[in-house]
């Protein structure tokens, strides 16, 4: 069981990392302690594969795609963490300050306070974490070949775009796997602004349309929004 700190707690502590410069750890029970060295274990082996792909430290989107996945799979598969668990962010604030306040550190280069506790979409391990959920394709290896040419931008347009009501989420693993095969069979249209748009089109429509609903249901939904987009400037190069 991951423990918890409240944003008031986090601010306390936050506040003693800022008179010294730095991040410090606190004691750990044995458990926490063997959690903490598990997530040291993801981050090691995430830049490893970096390296292994000739790949810098800095490629960030790639070092958080790899660190995802294994801390989704180790949370999620192995010990069971929930859409209503990851929905707090005492959780989280635990994870950032409490387990892995230094990778944190390491990951955004000094003490970036929305990264480990004060914004609630903002929140690496969070975002990290709803990031692989709202993309995931069943597996590890599948969900990496669907999310491997993207970039930070994309990460931010999904995360941070809820919609009214809350994440969608089999809507968006249909959404992410649209978007991820057109960069093998439509690279031209596999962009940042794309993403953008695509998610801003849905945003609007989903306010309207109930997806699962419509004739082909969420797979015809999703192929129609991109298409909208290739329409749009087909007409345009027509004119």
Same mark, same amino acid.
């Given at each position: 069981?991951?423990?918890?700190?409240?944003?008031?707690?986090?601010?306390?502590?936050?506040?003693?990392?800022?008179?010294?410069?730095?991040?410090?750890?606190?004691?750990?029970?044995?458990?926490?302690?063997? @959690?903490?060295?598990?997530?040291?274990?993801?981050?090691?082996?995430?830049?490893?594969?970096?390296?292994? @792909?000739? $790949?810098?430290?800095?490629?960030?989107?790639?070092?958080?795609?790899?660190?995802?996945?294994?801390?989704?799979?180790?949370?999620?598969? $192995?010990?069971?963490?929930?859409?209503?668990?990851?929905?707090?962010?005492?959780?989280?604030?635990?994870?950032?300050?409490? !387990? /892995?306040?230094?990778?944190?550190?390491?990951?955004?280069?000094? !003490?970036?306070? &929305?990264?480990?506790?004060?914004?609630?979409?903002?929140?690496?391990?969070?975002?990290?974490?709803?990031? /692989?959920?709202?993309?995931?394709?069943?597996?590890?290896?599948?969900?990496?070949? /669907?999310?491997?040419?993207?970039?930070?931008?994309?990460?931010? @347009? !999904?995360?941070?775009?809820?919609?009214?009501?809350?994440?969608?989420?089999?809507?968006?693993?249909?959404? +992410?796997?649209?978007?991820?095969?057109?960069?093998?069979?439509? &690279?031209?249209?596999?962009?940042?602004? +794309?993403?953008?748009?695509? +998610?801003?089109?849905?945003?609007?429509?989903?306010?309207?349309? $109930?997806?699962?609903?419509?004739?082909?249901?969420?797979?015809?939904?999703?192929?129609?929004?991109?298409?909208?987009?290739?329409?749009?400037?087909?007409?345009?190069?027509?004119?």
């Amino acid at each position: 069981m991951i423990g918890r700190i409240t944003r008031k707690e986090a601010e306390e502590l936050f506040a003693t990392w800022q008179e010294t410069g730095k991040v410090s750890l606190g004691k750990l029970s044995e458990y926490s302690q063997s @959690q903490r060295e598990h997530l040291l274990g993801i981050e090691e082996r995430a830049i490893k594969q970096l390296a292994s @792909q000739g $790949e810098q430290k800095g490629n960030y989107y790639k070092f958080d795609l790899f660190f995802s996945l294994e801390l989704y799979k180790y949370l999620t598969i $192995e010990n069971r963490v929930t859409e209503r668990e990851a929905s707090d962010d005492d959780f989280w604030r635990y994870i950032s300050m409490k !387990l /892995i306040p230094d990778i944190v550190e390491r990951r955004w280069d000094g !003490l970036k306070a &929305p990264r480990f506790y004060q914004e609630s979409r903002r929140i690496w391990v969070k975002v990290l974490w709803w990031y /692989i959920h709202l993309s995931w394709q069943g597996s590890v290896d599948d969900t990496y070949e /669907i999310l491997k040419h993207n970039t930070t931008d994309t990460v931010v @347009q !999904l995360v941070e775009r809820p919609g009214t009501g809350g994440y969608r989420v089999s809507l968006s693993r249909e959404l +992410m796997r649209h978007f991820g095969r057109l960069a093998e069979e439509d &690279p031209d249209n596999h962009t940042t602004e +794309m993403f953008r748009k695509v +998610m801003r089109l849905n945003t609007a429509r989903t306010k309207v349309i $109930e997806p699962a609903l419509t004739i082909g249901g969420e797979t015809e939904y999703v192929k129609e929004l991109f298409e909208y987009f290739n329409e749009t400037y087909r007409a345009i190069q027509r004119t």
